[in-house]
């Protein structure tokens, strides 16, 4: 089984499930690396969390999925949550929490499950949405292949705070410059020419009260 423990600041490590799920559960992607006939790839791709587990998707005749169905894998999930400025370039760091883990992958066949987890992996980005626009009809549960990954082999890493260095004698500014992601104003397609009202579930996506 390989290693999740940081070989660098140990201490910033931990296999806190809490902390883990909640890492994972607000990160927007994960990045899956694998081998393929010897020459190593990394994909990133949405997810979606279910206890100790995340679930992926792609079209049946994916070279990614066929690539890491039934093979062991890496993956992460990383967040920049700030810029730290030191007194020196050298210093200069990062706030950021992130997942690293290794699991084999294995498909979800039943149509069943692949229809909840349709519906969980469009819920969990758009709240809501799965019940305005319908779950998906057998044909597109049939060309589409989903995968779970374990989390069982996976650690966080966390690095929060100041600059990591003594400040006195500093003549320069120095300090922590939050980054924030949010949605914008939604912008309707151009094909639609026809006035329509937003949907609530997005209008509280868009402010925030409906954010997953």
């Given at each position: ?111 069943n ?33 989903i ?27 120095c ?18 020419d ?12 868009i ?6």
């Amino acid at each position: 089984m390989a290693n999740t423990k940081p070989s660098r600041y140990p201490s910033r490590g931990t296999d806190d499930k809490e902390t883990l799920y909640q890492i994972v559960d607000e990160g927007l992607f994960c990045t899956i690396a694998f081998n393929r006939d010897g020459v190593p790839h990394q994909i990133p791709t949405g997810f979606a969390r279910v206890e100790g587990e995340i679930y992926i998707h792609a079209s049946a005749k994916s070279h990614f999925m066929e690539s890491i169905i039934g093979q062991e894998v890496s993956f992460s999930i990383t967040h920049m949550d700030a810029l730290v400025l030191a007194p020196t370039a050298f210093d200069h760091s990062f706030n950021y929490r992130s997942v690293i883990g290794f699991s084999k992958v294995e498909e979800i066949t039943n149509p069943n499950e692949k229809v909840k987890f349709f519906n969980l992996f469009t819920d969990r980005y758009i709240p809501g949405r799965i019940a305005d626009v319908g779950e998906p009809n057998p044909e597109q549960v049939a060309i589409t292949k989903i995968a779970r990954l374990s989390l069982a082999n996976a650690a966080a890493k966390v690095r929060m705070g100041d600059v990591n260095m003594k400040m006195e004698g500093v003549d320069t500014w120095c300090g922590v410059i939050p980054i924030e992601w949010r949605y914008g104003e939604p912008i309707v397609d151009s094909q639609i020419d026809v006035d329509r009202n937003l949907p609530e579930y997005l209008k509280k996506l868009i402010d925030g009260s409906g954010k997953p």
